[in-house]
């Protein structure tokens, strides 16, 4: 078969270029269908919801861009810290397209995610054939296309976050950067010829416009110039190592970050300081810090080319150490952002800890998300590392950097993952390339025919010369490409499997539907706060009208509230009205009520939304935030049980669960309750059982006093190490081990249609909406209780006993306006006593009866 020309051969690449980038875009539009089959709005996760919002706010306002926001984190509003290219660009499509309604701008906008992961397959190709060949781009591009992970996830449909773009624009940096680089070793560059600086200047220019299209969409941007500062110190190094100058780089550098310095001056700081997580000057700091620390690289290395080779590595590490005990004397401000902006990074804490995408990198996560693809990982580390001590080439070493960097930031927290991937695809594709370039005329061997040796013998001779056998091809050669194929071919299946079971169970992943019910209920049954949702506003001279009020739930929710139901939350996805004395991890952990109200008043708080995952699954979330140190122990323990000649873990929840406010609102609807059924259980202390957690001896279902008097005779007499106790279970959280006293400042106002346990029998809701009141107050003694109807049908009764011969009550029996209310009269149990409260009283703290 004859070989391709040049121009049928980049007509082939085009096609699998195209075909590449359809089905990538084709597998991120998968979940499509399921978002949008409702037909109301509905996106993957949390914070793609504020981007919406975003995108509505820049239509709204001729897209000038919000960096206040007072439809969060109240009383104090949130400043934005991202910026505003990704939202734009949505914005400008969705102007393109006519959308304007919620439905139609979501649409929109979860488009951008897959058509940004599929423009990703030819810009790794590119990259691949600039650091290889065409064979390494094409095989790079193909496993860009199929990779998984948070990559995949984060491009797909509805993942309405500006993670892709990040990804999309650092790559074009990286793109550009190479180009520059390989363009700067190609000719001799001389400070005093204007036309040899022109093409490495152009260049670096262009990179440093394509850096600043990342910076305008996140500030970690700034990552990026960090992996290009390491990668100028050890190109300096081995250059100077070899006897060349590294000129070109140095000019390169310079246009790069010079641009980025003026691209940010006109953009303007958005906060004061030098933090590098917001746009501050730290950057500009940065940038200049990289063009100097070139140029005294560069002079440093001129200075000691004629010296031993080992002179100009030391006297760098000798600059650092002054440098950095320089920067520490002058600068402390700046040297401690520096310092903390590292240890932050690169460390972690048991808060964090809590934040799914802030955990660190496990290798089960890495092998479900990669597979086989780290293997061929390492093998393109191997590959650009051999290459590099045979090759002239600092696009290889850049490679290097830039995939070790992402590679240890992967390893800290797991959201840089989705960065991680363009490097595995890219890496994997210059091994595999490598291998099948250098064997292949091996395998061509074994299915060309039989040719003869050229030879000039004449006669004889040349008749037997005819008959000569073709050369056969190394079998380890062709074994190390037949290897690697099916390697890849692993790679690419296995992440199409993972990449469609993800798309297709991301088609129903958008709002929980009961989410939707509680929050399009709040927006239409609660007073508006007064503040214009769509309205720009200036942090420094921003005040909260009156009316205005916020509502507290866990900071998951917190875009949901500003989305959906158009008020403002106390605490957000962004880690915000989180922690301290007011933040919504206090108010939900609380043990007493007086506590919790005083966290209501403090943050101008009047509603309350909790759901059983707040309930449940999350509390330890909660309890981490409240306290690091203690976390969920002492609420939610473990202890080990023996089954079938093993132990295994059960986790029992404590009477201080019970009395914290989430449990109180959701599970008990603020009322008093007892104990009836609850579990009875002996144990051995961890330290006396010889194992990590206590071992369950006996346990048992006793009825509430029962199990009291049952423990407290144990403990009376109990061995050193042992115990009893009492517990409740996830089974039935309405069942607390110890009486649990009522609220008096919270009323049920709405509750989702969804049963937790059982779809037949009423129990308890999925999400519920309480209000903070002043309650109204009713002399007596005793217990007071009173019949209610929620907005679903179920019924229930509040009930609460006297403190100092007061009851404060908190829903009315006449004129509540909403969906909850009561079915009669107030009555003190055992007296025959009536009472009628007005909603009046229970709003101002009236006294009735």
């Known amino acids: 078969m004859p070989p391709f020309d040049e121009k049928q051969r980049n007509i082939l690449i085009a096609g699998a270029l195209i075909l590449l980038s359809l089905f990538a875009l084709w597998i991120r539009l998968i979940p499509m269908a399921g978002l949008t089959a409702a037909g109301v709005a509905d996106v993957l996760g949390n914070d793609p919801w504020y981007n919406l919002r975003q995108v509505e706010s820049l239509l709204a306002n001729g897209l000038t861009y919000a960096w206040y926001d007072p439809m969060t984190l109240f009383p104090t509003g949130d400043v934005v810290y991202w910026g505003p290219l990704f939202t734009q660009i949505i914005a400008g499509l969705a102007l393109l397209t006519g959308a304007t309604t919620h439905l139609d701008i979501a649409f929109v906008a979860s488009l951008v995610p897959p058509l940004m992961g599929a423009a990703m397959v030819p810009l790794v190709y590119f990259i691949g054939r600039r650091v290889a060949d065409s064979t390494t781009g094409i095989l790079a591009a193909l496993f860009t296309a199929v990779i998984s992970g948070q990559y995949l996830y984060r491009s797909l449909f509805g993942f309405v976050d500006h993670h892709v773009a990040e990804v999309l624009f650092s790559t074009l940096f990286a793109l550009a950067y190479i180009v520059a680089l390989s363009a700067g070793r190609e000719e001799r560059i001389e400070l005093s010829s204007i036309g040899t600086l022109k093409r490495p200047l152009v260049l670096g220019a262009l990179a440093g416009v394509a850096y600043l299209l990342g910076l305008f969409v996140m500030p970690t941007m700034i990552l990026f110039a960090m992996i290009a500062a390491v990668y100028t110190a050890l190109q300096f190094v081995l250059d100077a190592w070899h006897g060349r100058e590294s000129l070109d780089l140095a000019v390169i550098n310079t246009a790069v970050f010079l641009v980025a310095t003026v691209g940010l001056l006109v953009f303007g700081f958005k906060e004061a300081g030098f933090g590098l997580s917001r746009y501050t000057m730290g950057h500009v700091v940065a940038y200049l810090a990289i063009v100097l620390g070139t140029w005294v690289l560069f002079a440093i290395a001129r200075a000691t080319r004629e010296r031993p080779k080992y002179v100009y590595p030391l006297s760098l590490a000798g600059l650092g150490i002054v440098g950095a005990l320089a920067l520490m004397i002058a600068a402390p401000a700046l040297y401690g952002v520096l310092v903390g902006s590292f240890f932050s990074f690169f460390g972690q804490s048991a808060v964090v800890l809590t934040v799914q995408e802030a955990m660190g990198w496990s290798f089960d996560g890495a092998w479900q998300a990669f597979n086989v693809g780290l293997l061929l990982m390492i093998g393109g580390f191997a590959v650009l590392i051999y290459d590099l001590f045979r090759k002239d080439r600092p696009d290889h070493l850049f490679v290097i950097i830039w995939s070790a960097v992402m590679l240890a930031s992967t390893w800290q927290h797991v959201r840089y993952e989705y960065y991680l991937a363009v490097n595995i695809a890219l890496l994997s594709g210059i091994f595999a390339g490598f291998v099948v370039s250098a064997g292949w005329k091996d395998v061509q061997t074994l299915t060309s025919s039989p040719a003869p040796e050229k030879t000039e013998t004449k006669g004889r001779k040349k008749a037997d010369a005819a008959k000569a056998p073709a050369r056969k091809g190394d079998a380890r050669n062709v074994l190390a490409v037949a290897g690697v194929a099916v390697v890849s071919l692993l790679f690419v299946l296995m992440s199409v499997q993972s990449g469609m079971a993800v798309a297709e169970a991301s088609g129903y992943g958008g709002m929980n539907p009961q989410w939707r019910q509680a929050l399009e209920w709040m927006a239409e049954n609660t007073p508006d706060t007064g503040v214009d949702y769509y309205g720009i506003y200036e942090k420094e001279t921003f005040e909260y009208p009156d009316t205005a009020y916020g509502v507290m739930s866990w900071w998951d929710y917190g875009h949901y509230i500003t989305y959906l139901a158009q008020r403002i939350p106390v605490a957000n996805p962004f880690q915000h009205g989180v922690t301290g004395p007011n933040g919504s991890a206090a108010f939900f952990m609380q043990q007493e009520e007086a506590a919790a109200a005083e966290i209501m008043e403090n943050t101008g708080t009047r509603y309350v939304i909790t759901d059983i ?15 690091p140190a203690v976390a969920q122990k002492g609420y939610l323990d473990t202890y080990l049980i023996q089954e079938s000649g093993s132990y295994n873990r059960v986790q029992l929840n404590t009477p201080a669960y019970y009395r914290t406010m989430v449990s109180r609102l959701h599970n008990f609807d603020g009322s008093m309750a007892e104990p009836s059924q609850v579990v009875y259980v002996e144990y051995t202390e961890a330290g006396v059982s010889g194992f990590s957690a206590p071992v369950i001896t006996n346990a048992m279902m006793l009825n509430g006093s029962e199990a009291q008097a049952k423990a407290d005779a144990y403990n009376a007499n109990a061995p050193a190490g042992k115990g009893a106790g009492l517990f409740g279970t996830d089974n039935n959280l309405t069942l607390p081990p110890e009486e649990v006293s009522a609220l008096q400042h919270f009323r049920l106002v709405f509750e989702s249609s969804r049963n937790v346990y059982n779809a037949v029998t009423p129990d308890i809701k999925y999400v519920k909406v309480f209000e903070y009141v002043q309650g109204a ?68 703290g009236l006294t009735v009866g």
């Open 777 to 844: 107050r009713i002399a007596g003694e005793g217990t007071i209780e009173v019949d209610l109807k929620a907005n679903t049908g179920r019924t229930f009764t509040y009930r609460q006993e006297s403190v100092n011969g007061v009851f404060v009550v908190p829903y009315s029996t006449s004129g509540n306006p909403y969906g909850v209310t009561a079915t009669g009269p107030y009555r003190i149990v055992g007296t025959g006593q009536t009472i009628e409260v007005s909603e009046d009283a229970v709003m101002q």
């Open 613 to 627: 995952e707040m309930d449940t699954g999350k509390f330890w979330a909660m309890a981490t935030w409240y306290d």
